[in-house]
Each structure stands twice: as C-alpha cells, then as structure tokens.
C-alpha cells in the first residue's frame, strides 16, 4: 500500500471519548499521555492541527432520546469539545509545545475565534492549533469538521484516531467476529458498503476534495505519535 510518508501538514481528530478514560470528565493521567505523544511528533517537524470530540461529556442524539431538544443538546455537545481541547492545551503546553485554540463559538475569554488564515500562521510557526466547539452548528459530527478543517487549512491528510477499533473492517467486528482490518479502502467502497467507522458526511467530503484519510486506533503506546510521523498503521481511505 502506498502511505504518504513524511508529512508537512496534518489533521488529527481526536474522539472526546478517550479522554474520560471510559467515564464523564478528563481523565488527566490519559491527555498528558496523548499530549506527550504529540509533542514527540511536532518536535520532529511535522505542523499538527487538531479537532477534539465531545463523547466524554455529552452527545447530541443520545440526550435527544432522553427528551431533550436536539439543538440544545448539540450546543452542549460543542461546548463539552472545548473543555477537551482546554486540558489537551495544558498537557501540550506541559510538554513544552506551543498551543493555541481556537472555537466555532466565539467565546473569546477562554480561547481565539476560528480564523482559518490565523491557524495557518500558527502552524508554520510551530505552534499546535486546536480547534473546538465542532463546528459550531448542530445535526454536525467532529468527523465532518475535521475533513472540513483539514481542506480549509491545507493539511496533507485527516488522521481519524479512534477509540476501541484500529482501521476500517468488512463489517462491524463488535458484531461479525469473521469481520477482516482492511489495509487500505476507497472512499466509494467504504460508503456503498456502509462502513460506519467514520461518519458518511467525513468520507464523502473527502472523497470529493481528493484528501485522504486514515482511520487508527489510538490506544496501542505510539499509535498517535506513529500516524501523525507517517508510519503504516490502521486503514488509509483514497479516492
Ligand atoms: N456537535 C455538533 N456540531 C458539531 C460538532 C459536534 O452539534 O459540529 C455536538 C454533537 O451533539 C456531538 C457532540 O457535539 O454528539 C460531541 O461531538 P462528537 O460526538 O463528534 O464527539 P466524539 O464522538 O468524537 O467524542
């Protein structure tokens, strides 16, 4: 499989889930440790930007279920984002990296206002940018955004990390042990065959902008610091 190697500029969507360490909150113990793998990476040159989840703190559709109108739930959902990208900024800046965040809801207190040609100043000076608040719109996933963001910024690929999986399968191997990792798909095979590791909105907005993706888990040691420098891992989507 061709992997890009050595990139100059990379998206890495983090899923909010993995920073409770499987409850509601942050878990300090688990960003320190994701921070520090980041810090590895951009140390060695690579310019990260990235798109933090929600899933610790609270999710749009499951509160809905529970009664709650939908768009409130989601701006609640948005603004869980941000307390994420807050402890991941302090880890960051604990591992001696340069930060700054910036939300879809201005909220100019706490963090700079979503300003695409200001995030890319950031990068080229070495400096991570998170991004929070999704965004900033409901019925949206963090996965979309990340494709979103990835093509406003320039980034040579979105790196989807995800939690409890490590690529893309046949099938859903919570439910078809037989299911199979596949090395590499297309975007148009991961969408006819319903492959719902990453949201349908995610694939089809790089399919159609060229921008290839890959789906890792996060949770082996150096999975994060491994995708962000290039190395095979998980699953790469192509066009
Ligand atoms: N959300 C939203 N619009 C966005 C991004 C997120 O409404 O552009 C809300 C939505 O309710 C979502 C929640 O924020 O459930 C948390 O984001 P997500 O579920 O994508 O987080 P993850 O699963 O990656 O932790």
Known sequence: RTTPTAYRRVLLKLSGEAFGGGK??????????????????????VEVAIVVGGGNFFRGKQLQEQGMDRTRADYMGMLGTVMNCLALQDFLEEAGIDTRVQTAITMGQVAEAYIPRRAIRHLEKGRVVIFGAGAGMPFFSTDTVSAQRALEIKCDIVL?????????????????PDATKLDQVTYEQALQQDLKVVDAAAFSLCRENGLPMLVFGMDGERNI???LLGEPLGTLVTS
């Not at 989807?160 to 078809?176: A, E, F, I, L, Q």
Request: hydrophobic fraction near 35%; glycine fraction near 12%.
């Open 160 to 176: 989807m990390s995800k939690h409890g999986v490590d690529g893309v399968y046949n099938s859903d191997p919570r439910r078809n």
């Open 225 to 227: 610091t491994r995708a």
């Open 24 to 45: 509601v909150g942050v878990a300090p113990d688990v960003v320190r440790g994701i921070a520090e793998q980041i810090a590895t990476a951009v140390n060695s040159g």
